[in-house]
């Protein structure tokens, strides 16, 4: 016997949403995360059943669309419901910026799901033309400590080996400086003028930083003093999405 359905639409919205993968997925999609290997890379500890099964499920609830060929090559787009899922992605962000910190200790932090959010979050209109590649190194981690992300206008590639290109911009610090900057809770002006940070490289982008640098898009609208309700209508994405 099937359960009986609620008229509530809190549960009816529970049942759609209530699951943590489906809600880091679609997170992943606002910061333009589109096919297979953008989701393994935003979220590194979800197994490959458990992605094929979430966007499958949440291809039959008709929040997002599947286009093109099957397995690796297919691409997944928002719906119009999907779209409207954004405040309480902003909502469920501004929430874990308040609270969420205190249960948050360094060891427990996800590296790579880190990083592909900082490489979706770099404002590359506000680089210069042709590429430019990031070094970082995070000297409070013994694995995954080293990363590079390679920006032009029309794309943005994370790498954890060495990529063989020449080195705009070196970052070094503790990763848990560089999330408190991405999160907005302190200052890149502090954060390098304290150490915690340390950017060496080309003088240009050096000197540019303000603009460009990685910032959680609730952050950086926060900053632009905009109010929450205004976060979806400025937009979620980087310039990359």
Known sequence: MSEPM????????????????????LRAMILGARRYSDFTAAIPRISPSVLSGRLKQLCDDGLILKRGETGQQASYRLTPSGRECEPIIVLMAQWGLKWGRRHTQVDQIDVGAMMWDIHRTILTDELPDGETVFSFHFDNLGRHNRWWIVTSRREIDLCDTDPGK???????????????????????????????????????????????????????ARLAGMEPANLVAAGLQGSNG
């Open 166 to 220: 020449p080195v705009d911009l070196y970052i070094h610090g503790a990763i848990g400086s560089l999330i408190e900057v991405w999160q907005g809770q302190l200052p890149l002006g502090e954060a390098l003028a304290d150490e915690r940070l340390v950017m060496t490289g080309e003088r240009a982008i050096l000197e540019s930083a303000r603009h460009w640098f990685p910032m959680s898009p609730v952050a950086r």
């Open 6 to 25: 609620s008229h509530c639409p809190v549960t009816k919205a529970a049942d759609l949403l209530g699951d943590k993968w489906v809600i880091l997925i």
